[in-house]
């Protein structure tokens, strides 16, 4: 049988480019190393994009919505219905990334991938419904084998059109009320941990809420305990917008587009897509640590520094957004600082 897609292999890094860029770097009048982790963006930049001085102008955001079955269990601090409502306001301008985006001037793609409060066809919206919610993983697998293969394919697909439209970066970002939830318990299963080591709060639980949480996971976790795959473990676990997440990851990095990783939730899709295919991670930047308790645990598996630290946890990709000035200041001042020869600025005594 053929492999599926996504193990096809990963695109490589241009190493070259990065030399070059680094050589540039070196030359730029400054002490060496002092522009800090600006300096390691630069040449990552120009590691995916093959050029020595590498800019991004075309952001690209898809925002994938839905619902999940295991919502039923009373895991998050909103009801289910503001999915759906959120997609409506997140092609009407007022979410967070809605704002985030307008400001950067980047695309802001809304895909709607199931929600039970279905807001039906609306202008601006990609209706891609897979359906109403996931099951709860509680009581069966998340997803079919159809609706998972759907879903990776719903978010490699979006990955394409960013292609096709000229996007120099992509970020993925997630609408699910209980997908903390989810997310969490598929973290769990792909690193073997504890629950109460990973659930948080989310959208704002109390302790007691996040105690029934950690339960509910831990009943999940054991019903789901013979998936043995990171594809299985995401398939019972996970959820539509998840599985998108981790196709756009894979269909990414196999088509040299980077990606800047935002939460928690799409950090548990990004793990899963490396699992599931290695040479991703080449293709991944992480743009923050999100306030949810299991981030940092997902990160240390991933050996990710994320840039940012603001105590943000809403989701919605509005992290990775927040991230964007950061990268056009890092090729900015790469592309822009004048050499010490070109400034007549002397270099060190010692080297
Ligand atoms: O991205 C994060 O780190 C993050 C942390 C906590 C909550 N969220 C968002 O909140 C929603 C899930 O929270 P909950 O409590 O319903 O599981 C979902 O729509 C996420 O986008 C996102
Ligand atoms: C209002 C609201 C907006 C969100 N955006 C991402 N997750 C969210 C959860 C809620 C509850």
Do not use: Y
């Not at 193990?7 to 490589?12: L, M, N, R, T, V």
């Not at 952001?59 to 919505?65: K, P, Q, R, T």
């Not at 950690?214 to 789901?224: C, D, K, N, S, T």
């Not at 200041?329 to 592309?335: D, E, F, I, S, V």
Request: glycine share 10%; charged share 20%; aromatic share 4%.
């Amino acid at each position: 049988m053929n492999s599926p897609w996504w193990s096809q292999p990963c695109a490589a890094l241009d190493r070259e480019a990065a030399d070059a860029a680094w050589l540039r770097q070196s030359k730029l009048t400054k002490p060496p190393g002092s522009l800090g982790v600006l300096e390691d963006v630069a040449a990552q930049l120009a590691a995916w994009q093959g050029v020595e001085r590498p800019r991004i102008e075309r952001v690209w955001i898809s925002v994938f919505a839905a619902d999940h079955g295991v919502a039923a269990e009373g895991v998050s601090a909103f009801p289910q219905a503001v999915t759906g409502e959120m997609v409506r306001n997140f092609v009407g301008g007022g979410a967070a990334i809605s704002v985030l985006a307008r400001t950067l001037g980047a695309r802001l793609d809304v895909v709607h991938l199931g929600t039970v409060n279905d807001p039906g066809a609306i202008p601006g919206v990609l209706r891609a419904v897979i359906a109403p919610s996931t099951a709860n993983f509680c009581d069966a697998a998340a997803m079919t084998d159809e609706q998972l293969r759907a879903a990776m394919q719903a978010g490699a697909g979006r990955v394409h059109q960013a292609l096709d439209e000229g996007a120099d970066l992509f970020i993925g970002g997630e609408m699910g009320i209980a997908n903390t939830t989810s997310a969490a318990a598929l973290a769990c299963a792909l690193l073997g941990e504890m629950p109460e080591r990973i659930a948080g709060a989310g959208t704002g639980l109390d302790d007691a809420g996040i105690a029934r949480k950690v339960a509910v996971i831990e009943r999940g976790l054991r019903r789901h305990a013979d998936a043995d795959t990171a594809l299985e473990q995401l398939r019972r676990l996970g959820g539509f917008e998840i599985a998108a997440l981790t196709g756009a990851c894979i269909a990414a990095a196999q088509a040299r587009m980077p990606v800047l990783v935002d939460g928690f939730i799409t950090t548990a899709a990004a793990l899963t897509a490396v699992r599931l295919n290695p040479g991703v991670r080449d293709w991944l930047l992480f743009a923050h640590r999100s306030h949810e308790r299991g981030h940092a645990r997902l990160l240390e598996a991933l050996e990710a520094r994320p840039l940012l630290d603001l105590g943000l946890r809403l989701g919605e990709g509005s992290g990775a957004a927040a991230a964007v000035p950061l990268l056009r200041l890092a090729c900015a001042l790469h592309a822009g600082m004048a050499t010490f020869e070109q400034a007549g600025v002397s270099i060190a005594d010692s080297q």
